[in-house]
């Protein structure tokens, strides 16, 4: 069946520094793909999307491309902030076209913390 | 502001007992909710994927009497956990969305803590 891996947390970084988040997946056909983020104390927003190879999600400064040929979707921040301590989940989603309806396979979630 | 609204976000019960967890969406209609389990450090398991006004559908492994899922309105799905005992202590997330190519907006959660 489809599965998601992260990378394992926590990872603790100094504001400013680059970031990345591992994230490799298995599925059969065309998934979409997605990083959600969760914030303390509130629930999982969508950050970032792609909906194939080689398209890359961006956001508030994060970044992802979907590398069908490693099977990755690594998020990636040139210069973090305090802000983005959170908890961030890769998902994939069966269905092709960018759509976030149905099934949803999360990672394990990779907890951030950033210090001033 | 949330969008989705779950309540409670946090209970504790005793042994024995059933709780039920309610999913609201506020602004818009969901046609169809979903429900998840979250064990510590763990990743978020899809349970069931409830539809407005027909049977919830459960995932290999869940037990639909154990864990009942109504979905009455296009704004309010619950969840029962019934006869409740330590093993089912976790974190219970909601999702809805209004239907194909609609978000998907997530609730904030209900540690549930069976002593």
């Known amino acids: 069946g489809d599965s998601v891996t992260q990378m394992e947390g926590p990872v603790t970084l100094s504001e400013e520094a680059f970031l990345t988040i591992n994230c490799t997946y298995t599925?059969?056909?065309?998934?979409?793909l997605f990083w959600y983020v969760q914030y303390p104390g509130e629930g999982l927003q969508l950050l970032l999307k792609?909906?194939?190879?080689?398209d890359k999600g961006s956001n508030k400064g994060f970044e992802a491309t979907y590398r069908k040929e490693t099977t990755s979707f690594h998020l990636e921040k040139g210069s973090v902030q305090v802000s983005d301590s959170a908890v961030y989940f890769c998902?994939?989603?069966?269905?092709?076209?960018?759509?976030?309806?149905?099934?949803?396979?999360f990672g394990q979630g990779t907890i951030l913390t950033v210090h001033p | 502001g949330a969008v989705v609204s779950q309540h409670p976000s946090r209970v504790i019960c005793k042994s024995g007992t059933s709780v039920k967890i309610e999913c609201r969406s506020l602004d818009f209609q969901a046609t169809t909710m979903f429900w998840y389990r979250q064990f510590p450090k763990q990743s978020l398991m899809l349970m069931a994927t409830s539809n407005e006004g027909s049977k919830a559908t459960y995932e290999q492994g869940v037990e639909k009497d154990k864990f009942l899922i109504n979905h009455a309105s296009l704004t309010l799905s619950t969840l029962t956990v019934t006869s409740a005992h330590p093993e089912d202590s976790s974190f219970y997330i909601c999702?809805?969305?209004?239907?194909?190519?609609?978000?998907?907006?997530f609730g904030n959660g209900t540690r549930l803590t069976v002593t």
């Open positions: 998902a994939l989603n069966p269905n092709a076209g960018g759509t976030s309806y149905g099934k949803l396979t």
């Open positions: 599925a059969t056909g065309y998934p979409s």
């Open positions: 792609a909906t194939k190879a080689d």
């Open positions: 999702s809805a969305t209004g239907g194909y190519n609609s978000p998907l907006h």
